[in-house]
């Protein structure tokens, strides 16, 4: 056996016919995939669209006519309350707006207002109530600016739509002029209450300000401030005057007591600030010094005259130290007085300086009452004005809102009944897809190559598509050709149509896709190392007989010597029921009676020269194949088949129902795949798939059998 025949059959190129079978379809949303769902279950959406929309069309057909009309009305942008309100800081929550917003649509509707049309309609319909107005009542706003509401009723009687609206327009402009007045009477209302509050507070203001002004005794604040400015720079030259005459009069003494000291006679400044006797004393004491210079150049000094002299000097002398205390002690004074005078300056300084600030004060709580007084005079105006024209808005009894587009006369939709059934179709075909889909995803059925490729991720050999052109005419022809007259003498002209009929079902009149297959598997190659393999599906009815029939036609007319063994003794095989055999005798036959061999048992084939049968045998019915399959005699079989023929084909039941691959498929060279599109579903191919695997069994790849749509 060549186990390493399926790692060859991996590398296979796919060819033109089969490139776009197994062309990855990866990412975004599959609209081909979507394509063929709809194609397959076209019946079934056409059947529930027909349904629905012949449902719609009945409903049609029996529903009351319903009419309607409508009216618009164009409101306000802003009222004379928000006017009035908006101007004041305590009064913009009083703030209104007429925008036709959800709150007034809904306060529009309510029992309130259309109690009044209904008080005014019951003699004339007594049937008629909240709830069956409000139910078909539909109101909207008709521009951006939410300042235009249109009106919209429906009903079966068209007369009591048009009373209902002509009723509603009057009623809502009533409404607008009620909302109007109360609006006005309110606005009246808070300024009668607020101008009285404002007068009292202008007054207690002004008489805040008369106080400020008793008390501080000035009629300007200005003026006060400037008096005061000047008493303090009047006062700080003071001051600097002050310390200059202070630090002079302190050269002074000390000079003075200098002079007084040292030199009494040359005392300049002593003399100047000195008594008339102190200058007296000093012109008595230069004298006797120039007595005194005169007589010492006659006497001594120790004369008499020179004695008496200086004897009067010295009391000149102490009579001058005497004044010169005196001249001491004025001068101290003086610096005493203009000290006392500083201080005193400094304090009216400090003094001033505080009533400044004190000033800065007041001044500030009087510019800020003059402030309050002004804002509070112009609030007062306004509202007096806005008194007055409130006065003249009341008296005015024109409604605010006015009606744009009158009610006009009900209509019914004439299309209503199209619209129903084109609306129903719609649905129908909505429900038929979804049907569809959901069905479709149930099912879970593989019906495209790709699929097959993400389940199993083997190559696809050959696709064996259902040829629509081909007629009974050429099929009966084909089976003339194919029957003998000499091998079917015995048999009545039924059974040779009943034969005819078999055989038709498992032929396909095509051998090119079979000839694809066999190339892919290198059946024709001149060195291919291929001598037998299994064909099996995952699931009975995916036509692994017809493909194993085919093909074996197919490698034979090629000049293969091809051994076809019908091995699927689970049921009667369409191989050995269809094709004419001499005898019954098959490979139950030669693996159970020990007198036959391989030579007994194989039949040549009618179809081809080169194509031989062994069929399942007379004993296929009552033998267990599992049993047979693992006997010694079924591998001598199968070696000296091989040894015989080119080409050996198993076709073996199916994997998913029995374990016959598993015990079959390691005598040979692995095992072909044949999935039925539309027949087989996922859950199957992958539970086939996971035998395949967990017995290691080598898979050459799968071949897609679209045969099978002709059932």
């Keep these: 056996m060549n186990t390493n025949y399926s790692s060859k059959i991996a590398n296979i190129a796919p060819n033109a016919q089969l490139h776009e079978l197994y062309e990855a379809e990866e990412g975004g949303l599959n609209l081909s995939a979507l394509k063929e769902i709809l194609w397959r279950r076209l019946p079934l959406i056409t059947c529930v669209t027909a349904v629905v929309s012949s449902l719609a069309f009945v409903q049609a057909m029996n529903r009351t006519p319903i009419y309607q009309s409508s009216f618009e009305i164009l409101s306000e942008p802003v009222t004379i309350e928000t006017t009035v309100t908006s101007s004041s800081r305590e009064t913009t929550e009083a703030v209104t707006s007429v925008k036709l917003d959800d709150v007034q649509i809904k306060t529009l509707k309510s029992p309130g207002i259309i109690d009044s049309v209904i008080k005014q309609l019951q003699p004339a319909y007594p049937e008629i109530n909240y709830a069956s107005i409000i139910s078909t009542l539909d109101l909207e706003s008709a521009n951006e600016e939410e300042t235009v509401l249109e009106v919209t009723y429906k009903h079966p009687d068209s007369k009591l739509v048009k009373d209902v609206l002509d009723t509603l327009a009057t009623v809502y402009l009533d409404y607008s002029l009620q909302k109007r007045q109360s609006g006005l009477s309110r606005g009246l209302e808070f300024l009668d209450q607020q101008i009285p509050i404002l007068q009292a507070k202008v007054d207690r203001l002004n008489l805040q300000i008369q106080q400020i002004r008793q008390k501080h005794n000035f009629i300007k604040p200005e003026i006060q401030g400037e008096n005061l400015s000047v008493r303090l720079e009047d006062l700080t030259k003071e001051q600097l005057l002050n310390k200059s005459q202070l630090n002079q009069a302190k050269w002074n003494d000390s000079v003075v007591q200098k002079e007084v000291a040292q030199e009494p006679t040359k005392a300049t400044t002593a003399m100047q600030f000195g ?145 129903f059934v084109v609306l129903g179709t719609l649905f129908g075909l909505l429900v038929g897809v979804g049907l569809a889909l959901a069905l479709d995803k149930y099912q879970n059925i593989v019906h495209t190559s790709s699929q097959l490729k993400r389940v199993t991720d083997l190559p696809i050999l050959g696709m064996i598509p259902f040829d629509r052109s081909s007629t009974k005419s050429s099929l009966e022809q084909e089976m003339s050709l194919l029957m003998k007259p000499d091998s079917i003498a015995d048999k009545s002209a039924m059974q040779v149509y009943k034969r005819n009929s078999a055989l038709s079902d498992i032929l396909t009149l095509s051998i090119e896709p079979f000839r694809f297959f066999g190339a892919n598997l290198g059946l024709f190659a001149a060195n291919s190392t291929l001598r037998s393999f299994i064909i099996t599906s995952a699931m009975p009815g995916e036509g692994k007989s017809t493909v194993a029939l085919n093909l074996a036609k197919t490698a034979a007319i090629m000049g293969k010597r091809v051994l076809l063994v019908d091995t699927d003794m689970r049921s009667i095989s369409r191989i050995s029921k269809s094709i004419p055999l001499a005898n019954n005798f098959g490979l139950t036959d030669l693996v159970l009676k020990p007198n036959l061999d391989l030579r007994d048992v194989v039949q040549k084939s009618f179809l081809e020269e080169n194509l031989f049968i062994l069929s399942s045998g007379s004993q296929a019915m009552t033998t267990d194949p599992g049993k047979l399959f693992v006997s010694k005699k079924i591998t001598e079989v199968m070696k000296t088949a091989e040894q015989n023929f080119d080409l050996v084909i198993y076709d073996v039941s199916s994997i998913v129902n029995y374990a016959d691959v598993s015990l079959l498929a390691t005598k040979t060279d692995g095992v072909v795949l044949v999935t039925g599109l539309g027949k087989l579903q996922n859950v199957n191919l992958k539970e086939a798939m996971n035998r395949l695997n967990v017995s290691n069994i080598p898979v050459l790849g799968i071949v897609v059998n679209e045969l099978m749509k002709r059932n």
């Design 275 to 419: 008594t008339d006797r102190y200058n007296k004393l000093l012109e008595d004491l230069r004298g006797v010094d120039r007595q005194i210079a005169n007589k010492s150049a006659i006497f001594t000094n120790g004369s008499a005259e020179l004695q008496v002299l200086f004897a009067e000097k010295k009391e000149i002398l102490s009579l001058i130290d005497q004044e010169g205390k005196v001249v001491e002690q004025k001068l101290a004074n003086q610096i005493s007085s203009l000290e006392e005078q500083n201080k005193d300056i400094d304090q009216d300084i400090i003094d001033l300086k505080q009533e400044i600030k004190d000033w800065s004060g007041v001044t500030q709580d009087y510019e800020e009452i003059q402030r309050q007084i002004t804002i509070t005079v112009r609030q007062l105006n306004e509202l007096l004005v806005q008194r007055e024209s409130l006065k003249i808005e009341s008296a005015q009894k024109e409604a605010p809102w006015r009606l744009l587009t009158a009610v006009g006369d009900p209509q019914t939709d004439s299309a209503s009944t199209v619209n």
